[in-house]
């Protein structure tokens, strides 16, 4: 997933700073209310117990992640995954 971000999007991630995933899309429509992405984003850090790189995506759709950044800060990110 890090190589990805960095290839992608240009996000590059130091060490530290880790990549939860939400294993099942999100919806079938591209807008999410603050709601939603509040709600899934409790439904990752309820889930972040487990190891970050065992979450596997097996199906193309919307999805969220959550990445966690120095000094106990988190931003939302949402993706399509197109193709595989």
Known sequence: MRK??????????EPHEKVFLHPDPV????DLTDKDVLEIMEKI???SDADPSK?????LGEFMAKIS????????????????
């Open 55 to 59: 979450i596997q995506i097996r199906q």
């Open 69 to 84: 950044l120095k000094g106990g800060h988190s931003v939302p990110l949402k993706f399509e995954v197109r193709k595989r």
């Open 45 to 47: 850090d309820s889930s």
């Open 4 to 13: 990805k971000l960095s290839k992608q999007l240009g996000i590059d991630l």
């Open 27 to 30: 919806s079938s429509h591209a």
